[in-house]
């Protein structure tokens, strides 16, 4: 039998293993170029595929009121890589999926180092990828090189935007005292692999909530580069005390909001803000602090992280950091199957699209997998119905965001899956079961489970149609 010309995926992240993983699952020889350790990055510490630089969690795990949660079961049932290794590897997180980062970064190497239509190749694609390369999946993801992100820019004829992506503390777990703290989930959820008590809690008062604010708004911050001074963040994960600044109650209503949790120390009390820290680690020795992400020193962060309750003698596995994001501006640069319209023998997937999030990241290199993978078979492109995740999710990325000519474009900027970025339900279920009209959340929690139920009837046929031209 004569194999087909290989694809070539350059970037071994999460996008790229998920579009490596799809290309050979249909046959298709695949070659995945990664750079590190030859070149290492400003926030990866390994050599590992697949390295998680930034939480371990994967969010929200409910595939029936949650978007991001549906686009984990869409991709278990599109026969992910990135999930499997996930779902093996998960760690207790309340209601999120969220895994041992060291196992599941060795999980999803072994994988793609066994598959016999895989070959991995270490070394950094310095410029553009050679013109024998005819189909080339480009999933280099937020810490693309400076070379090759230069060389997209020249023949894309616009440059890339950017935003930084900052990284949250991880704090050694016997180093937290647990006469202060308290393990419990919000409202007593339990998760995948979780009991409903997986997050480490620690109570402020308003005093205590208001110093650690001043804190954080009086720190030493990073300084940034001349070049880096005018790139925005992303809205989803904003530096700690980026969020402080922008009003003195916006940690109370966001990660530090005291809502559904008690504190068995002292239960009659209600905190007025608690810090949560969640699992990194199969072992439960460490634990991140949720929200935390920043660009303080570490020296600062040291001091003012240890004015938290329970964490007065806090002991840190790893500071917080900050990274500089590229992507492109996709819905002018990208056609409808994440072609560069001036070069379409180039693909690109992961965040580097525009899209946000690891789950997200992995979910459009599935995409950008398949479709190389079919276009390599001579198959024709069948994109996914915009009812499903992958569908909404990929025509944020390709179709919207632009202005008409008029008014000039707007700018596009990175996307968690959400339901607002689905088709609306035609007719939303006004009465539950038992004939009771739905109401305020109960309409809201009912129009999610339609969106969920008709996305995965969708994904279903057409999945199940695709089986059958690949079968033919």
Known sequence: MVLPLPIHVVGGGLAGCEAAWQIASRGVPVVLHEMRPRQMTAAHKSDGLAELVCSNSFRSDDAATNAVGLLHEEMRRLGSLIMRMADAHQVPAGAALAVDRGEFSAAVTAALQSHPLVTIERGEIAGLPPQEWDKVIIATGPLTSSALAAAIRTISGEDALAFFDAIAP??????????????????????????????????????????????????????????EASTPYFDGCLPIEIMAERGPLTLR???????????????TVKPFAIVQLR???????????????????????????????????????????????????????????????????????????????????????????????????????????????????????????????????????????????????????????????????????????ALSARALADLAAWSGAQTRVAAE
Not at 182 to 206: E, H, M, T, V
Not at 253 to 267: A, D, E, F, I, S
Not at 293 to 300: M, R
């Open 253 to 267: 209503h966001g990660p530090l909001k005291p809502v559904g949790l008690t504190n068995p120390h002292n239960p």
């Open 279 to 449: 699992q990194d680690n199969r072992l439960g020795t460490l634990f991140n602090m949720v929200g935390f992400q920043t660009k303080l020193k570490h020296g600062e962060q040291v001091r003012i992280f240890r004015t938290i309750p329970g964490l007065e003698n806090a002991e840190f596995a790893r500071l917080g950091g900050l990274h500089r994001n590229t992507f492109l501006n996709s819905p002018r640069l990208l056609d409808a199957a994440l072609r560069l319209r001036a070069m379409p023998r180039l693909r690109f997937a992961g965040q580097i699209t525009g899209c946000e999030g690891y789950v997200e990241s992995a979910a459009v290199g599935l995409m950008t997998g398949r479709f190389a993978a079919a276009e390599r078979l001579c198959e024709a492109l069948d994109l996914p119905p915009p009812t499903t995740a992958h569908g909404a999710l990929l025509n944020h990325i390709t179709g919207g965001h632009i202005d008409t000519i008029d008014h000039g474009p707007r700018s596009f900027q990175p996307m968690n899956i959400n339901f607002g970025l689905f088709p609306p339900i035609a007719q939303v279920p006004s009465r539950d079961a038992d004939g009771k009209r739905l109401r305020g959340s109960a309409k809201s929690i009912a129009r999610k489970q």
């Open 170 to 227: 991880i704090v050694h777990r016997d180093s937290i005292d647990m006469s202060i703290a308290w393990f419990q989930s919000r409202y007593d959820k339990a998760g995948p692999g979780g009991s409903g008590a997986d997050y480490i809690n620690c109570p402020l008062d308003r005093a205590q909530y208001e110093a650690l604010v001043a804190s954080l708004l009086s720190a030493e911050k990073t300084a940034f580069h001349e070049w």
